[in-house]
């Protein structure tokens, strides 16, 4: 079945440092994929998604790109802000799963001032 | 245009009980989806339905578990006789369509978080 792993976390950053979140996925076809930002008490946002293999996603000075060879689909943001700390979660939604999605388990981004 | 709408946010049951929880999907949106997410996991979905119809629910636990989305009103996840490890973050999601080869965003709502005492 479809699956999605995340890197490990909790991820501290200063302020203005760049990001990376790795995310790899297992599915069968060409899933479409998804990162999702959930801040304190709130529920899931979509931050971009990618639906073929090398786009490339974008949104908010965060990015990630399709990569079927890899099977990846990591988020990088080049300065990130102290308003960026919350859960990132990566997604796919995959050819023969219908419409529901498939979660990697979230890494906590905490920037520091 | 209003968001997804979840209520109660925040619901205790003690053991043995009935939950009942509640998801307006955005205006215009005739799919709704639940996700259960546990301490320290990610979402795992649970159920997928259209008006009046169970579209997926392959994600619900065989027994306890029900959802319904009614012509008129709200969707309903209802969880009979709970148990300490229901306890979690129930979140709903709804998009305008579903299926096909598009993916349709899925809008989702803050969610309810259910402890069971």
């Known amino acids: 079945g479809d699956s999605v792993t995340q890197m490990e976390g909790p991820v501290t950053l200063s302020e203005e440092a760049f990001l990376t979140i790795n995310c790899t996925y297992t599915a069968t076809g060409y899933p479409s994929l998804f990162w999702y930002v959930q801040y304190p008490g709130e529920g899931l946002q979509l931050l971009l998604k990618?639906?073929?293999?090398?786009d490339k996603g974008s949104n908010k000075g965060f990015e990630a790109t399709y990569r079927k060879e890899t099977t990846s689909f990591h988020l990088e943001k080049g300065s990130v802000q102290v308003s960026d700390s919350a859960v990132y979660f990566c997604?796919?939604?995959?050819?023969?799963?219908?419409?529901?999605?498939?979660f990697g388990e979230g890494t906590q981004l905490t920037v520091n001032p | 245009n209003a968001g997804v709408m979840q209520n109660p946010r925040h619901l205790v049951r003690r053991r043995g009980q009935e939950a009942r929880l509640r998801c307006s999907p955005m205006?215009?949106?005739?799919?709704v989806y639940w996700y259960r997410q546990l301490p320290e996991e990610g979402l795992k979905f649970m159920v997928y339905?259209?008006?009046?119809?169970?579209?997926?629910e392959s994600g619900m636990p065989k027994e306890r578990f029900s959802a319904e989305f009614p012509k008129e009103g709200p969707s309903i996840l209802r969880i009979q006789q709970v148990v300490r490890g229901d306890s979690a973050a129930y979140f709903c999601?709804?998009?305008?369509?579903?299926?096909?080869?598009?993916?349709?965003?899925?809008?989702f709502g803050p969610g309810t978080r259910l402890t069971v005492t």
């Open positions: 339905l259209q008006k009046e119809n169970i579209i997926d």
């Open positions: 999601a709804s998009s305008p369509r579903g299926g096909g080869a598009v993916s349709y965003e899925q809008y």
């Open positions: 990618a639906t073929k293999a090398d």
């Open positions: 997604a796919l939604r995959g050819t023969g799963s219908g419409s529901r999605l498939t």
């Open positions: 205006k215009g949106h005739s799919h």
